[in-house]
């Protein structure tokens, strides 16, 4: 069983589109998190949830919106996609926050023309 | 907020040993590690908490300077699997853990 599972793996998508991104994980964790890493390999944060309550919120563009409906999901929709948000887009989890250790997500590699 | 990882790359022969630093300029409550692979996810290595507890990979060694708010990573006698892209991710508050730029090791025959 997959611990973390994101899907999809890969979207390409044009200019303008609305896409959601879907992440479940079954280790009953109760903080997950959503880093986009880009060209460079940066992994950047942009959101944190823990018990479905959103923790961290960095400065993302608002047409970005986590959604989490229960503990085990916290899904990434984004409106208006752009050239820029090109990226790998990762989901995590964890257990009591960050003080133990992080499971990650495949990734969904995101392209937008 | 998010730390500072050096060296950017580093290129060993097998067998030969590497040190991968971390430091931040704000207090931490912990530092973990991971390594990724290429087209693949980040995958744990160690923790390494305030106090001086470590939870983590036997092969791999780290160091944790609380007063300095810096981390080390040894990678002793390396292997061709050691190869991948090394993260230190800090945690300044619960929920809330930043990566550092990542660090290239290549290991070559």
């Known amino acids: 069983d997959t611990a973390v599972s994101q899907t999809p793996k890969y979207l390409v998508t044009q200019m303008g589109n609305d896409k959601s991104i879907k992440c479940e994980q079954n280790l009953g964790h109760d903080t997950m998190y959503w880093y986009k890493q880009d060209s460079k390999k940066f992994l950047k944060i942009m959101f944190s949830?823990?018990?479905?309550?959103?923790?961290i919120n960095e400065t993302v563009p608002n047409r970005f919106s986590p959604k989490s409906p229960d503990k085990a999901h916290l899904n990434l929709h984004i409106n208006s996609l752009e050239l820029g948000d090109s990226a790998v887009y990762f989901c995590?989890?964890?257990?009591?926050?960050?003080?133990?250790?992080?499971?990650f997500g495949q990734g969904t590699r995101l392209t937008v023309v | 907020q998010q730390p500072v990882q050096s060296p950017q790359a580093v290129i060993l022969r097998e067998g030969e040993d590497a040190v991968i630093n971390c430091s931040s300029s704000?207090?931490?409550?912990?530092v973990h590690w991971y390594r990724q692979k290429h087209g693949e996810a980040p995958v744990f290595l160690m923790i390494?908490?305030?106090?001086?507890e470590q939870k983590g990979h036997d092969k791999i060694s780290a160091s944790f300077n609380e007063k300095k708010q810096q981390s080390s990573l040894y990678l002793t006698a390396s292997q061709l699997s050691y190869s991948g892209t090394y993260f230190c991710?800090?945690?300044?508050?619960?929920?809330?853990?930043?990566f550092g730029a990542g660090t290239r090791l290549t290991v070559k025959p």
């Open positions: 390494l908490l305030k106090g001086g």
């Open positions: 704000k207090a931490l409550y912990s």
């Open positions: 991710g800090t945690e300044y508050n619960n929920n809330d853990m930043r």
């Open positions: 949830y823990n018990n479905k309550e959103l923790i």
């Open positions: 995590a989890s964890s257990s009591q926050g960050a003080r133990f250790e992080a499971f």
